[in-house]
């Protein structure tokens, strides 16, 4: 049964840094390439980042809007996806999910104050 459970989110202010953790359990994680999404109040959910598999060369990318302030990163030996944010904005604020091949996690939320 494939699990996927982030943790980490909480209210911080503007310019402040979080870091998102997605357990994942169930699965050959280290051979699956993996994604975190937001879903900001009201609005769609929208892709963030992404990082492929192991044998791939785990090659990361973000959505424009976060570059240089969000990475992803996974540790394949505890099953373990990572969202690092930085100075965060109010706009930043949503649900974030992580995600592989049709599996989600219920998400953690962040809220960042201005």
């Known amino acids: 049964q494939v699990r996927l459970v982030e943790s980490g989110g909480g209210l911080v202010q503007s310019g402040g840094s979080l870091r998102l953790s997605c357990a994942a359990s169930?699965?050959?994680?280290?051979?699956?390439?993996m994604r975190w999404y937001r879903q900001p109040p009201g609005q769609e959910r929208e892709w963030v980042a992404s990082?492929?598999?192991?044998?791939?060369?785990?090659?990361?990318n973000v959505t424009p809007v976060v570059m240089g302030r969000f990475t992803i990163s996974r540790d394949n030996a505890k099953n373990m996806l990572y969202l690092d944010m930085k100075d965060l904005r109010p706009d930043d604020t949503a649900v974030y999910s992580c995600?592989?091949?049709?599996?989600w996690g219920k998400g953690t939320l962040v809220t960042v104050s201005s």
């Open positions: 990082i492929t598999d192991a044998d791939d060369g785990e090659f990361t």
């Open positions: 995600n592989t091949q049709t599996y």
């Open positions: 169930g699965f050959d994680f280290r051979s699956s390439g």
